[in-house]
């Protein structure tokens, strides 16, 4: 396995337009092996980037976590408490900036994720103090999800933050 397969960088701007690089992962891992633990890719990698920002999809944990087995119903929980678990686990500490699941459920019900559910997601990240959230529609499908910025002379996008 490489290290490629396991991480995507990719390349952003920051307020003072200097480039940034940020790695996305898996928020959490059911299976690990002694070799390919998160904290042993992670060793080689933090060090390169600016941000990690693990994919937290409420679908993506078909076997729940912690306390929470019906992920999709507890947007907010499965957040926080992936970047939490995220947070002790990173060190040096890096600044996070997630993935949010803005596409209907795959793993549970079916639900669709709109703007309840995207809402539940996008404070649970604020309440963290991430340094922003990203939105992912496998469809580019946006429309729907609440995400329409309230100024509409505001330049700030809402779709990432």
Same mark, same amino acid.
């Given at each position: 396995m490489s290290l490629?397969? %396991?991480?995507?960088?990719?390349s952003a701007?920051?307020? *003072?337009?200097? +480039?940034?690089?940020a790695?996305?992962?898996? $928020?959490?891992?059911k299976? %690990?092996?002694q070799?390919w633990? !998160?904290?042993r890719?992670?060793a $080689? #990698?933090?060090?390169? =980037? *600016?941000?990690?920002?693990?994919m937290?999809? !409420?679908? $993506?944990?078909?076997?729940g976590?912690p306390?929470? %087995?019906?992920? =999709?119903a507890? +947007?907010y929980e =499965?957040?926080?408490?992936?970047l939490?678990?995220?947070?002790k686990?990173t #060190?040096? /500490?890096?600044r996070?900036? /997630?993935?949010?699941? &803005?596409f209907?459920d795959y793993?549970? *019900?079916?639900?669709?994720? &709109? !703007? /309840? %559910?995207v809402?539940?997601? #996008?404070r649970?990240?604020r *309440?963290f103090g991430?340094d $922003?959230?990203?939105?992912?529609? +496998?469809?580019?499908r946006?429309?729907?999800?609440g995400?329409?910025?309230?100024d +509409?002379?505001?330049?700030?996008? /809402?779709?990432?933050h």
């Open positions: 490629c397969s %396991q991480c995507c960088l990719l701007e920051s307020a *003072d337009d200097e +480039p940034s690089i790695a996305s992962n898996s $928020g959490r891992r299976r %690990q092996t070799r633990t !998160p904290e890719l992670w $080689g #990698i933090l060090p390169l =980037v *600016d941000y990690l920002s693990p937290v999809y !409420p679908s $993506g944990y078909k076997y976590i306390g929470c %087995q019906a992920p =999709v507890h +947007p =499965v957040v926080r408490d992936t939490e678990n995220t947070r686990r #060190i040096p /500490p890096i996070l900036r /997630p993935w949010l699941q &803005g209907r793993a549970f *019900d079916r639900r669709i994720f &709109g !703007p /309840p %559910q809402s539940e997601q #996008i649970a990240a *309440d991430s $922003g959230w990203m939105i992912w529609n +496998p469809h580019n946006y429309e729907g999800l995400l329409e910025a309230s +509409p002379a505001s330049k700030e996008s /809402p779709i990432t």
